[in-house]
């Protein structure tokens, strides 16, 4: 059988085990539910199923799975019977999960030769949204139009594309490209989270909505499992936040968003959580305790402190709960963190949260005008976390 992007042939001795595979593979690309469980059924009718294994590896780390490696050693061991470029595929995508100057460099080299990989292509693009600074609005969306050609009536490359272009500014075009998505799988979670994102961006709560409340009518049974259900259930809490119905959308957050219940990997599940109790602490002015699950939490995520994004997250965190301790925390984590390019950031995001809390609020605002525009991109994520320190930086301004 063979891949159906790639066009190459998958090495599998069972052709249930293969269309399985490319089953996984289209759940994977639209964060939907089943994809752990087609995989794991390939690898029982074809337990040397290499291609299988190392997709099974990138579901279990991506949601963080505690035996993730026994997936990759599986799919390093079953790679040996594999073909060349089976083999390579594997590799490049390996590396990524792992994310090296060297890893992407052959990534972007691999591509060259396989532009229909969307698998390696889409975890290359996410590592730039998290790592490529100021830069990334330009190298994701470069990365996307350099396989167009090959993948231009793709579902999920359209709704990538389309996510890029409007996080790069072009949100007419991101628009049109995300709608022919959904057009074409409309049960997409992947799809839905990028149109909802575009939205945000534009201020159109009430669209927004409108549009996730009857995407979940329609589609909600067969994505209640999916990665990225959590997430669409937080724009739609957010959008009702925004829209002023706070008690169904705190509502929404806690059966669907926080630690305990949401359906995300790590820093989704981070950025959900911080992102929304921050939003509320800075408009109602009142601290909430924080449950042991988002305490749980952020120990999960605490090596990755020196990050911008997860400093921003986690002392967000804290904020909401007017944990001025847990802020301090945070500050000597990130000073004690080995050098990087990015801790200032860290630090800068960390200390104007806690200069906020304690009521210093024109020290607050200074900090933040030192964090350049392009430093602000560079904090990682999508324009969500860029908006969300505009209003931190609004409320000082405020409040001063």
Known sequence: MLDARTGKPLSSE???????YLQAVDLILGSESGAAAALDRALELDKDFAMAAAARYYVALDVGETDAGVFREWAVRAALQASDWEREHIEVLIGLMAPTAAARARALSYIETMPGDLLVISQLTRNMFFYDGPEKLQTVLAVFESVEATLAHDWAFLAR???AASEAGQRRRGRALIERALAIRPQALYSIHALAHLLHDEGAAAESAALLRDWLKRHEAGARNGQMYGHVQWHLALSEWQMGDRDAAMARYLAYCAPATTTCGPILTLADCG???LRDYLKSGQPRPLGKDVLDHIETVWSMLGHPFVALHVAALYASAGDIAGL????AGIAAAAEG?????SLALVSSLLYYVKGEYLRAAQTLAGISPGARIGIGGSNVERILVDLLEARCQARR
């Open 14 to 20: 069972s052709a249930e085990a293969a269309r399985l």
């Open 328 to 331: 301090k925390r945070c500050e």
């Open 161 to 163: 594309l389309g996510f």
């Open 341 to 345: 390019d990015k801790l200032a950031v």
């Open 275 to 277: 992102g929304f109790l």
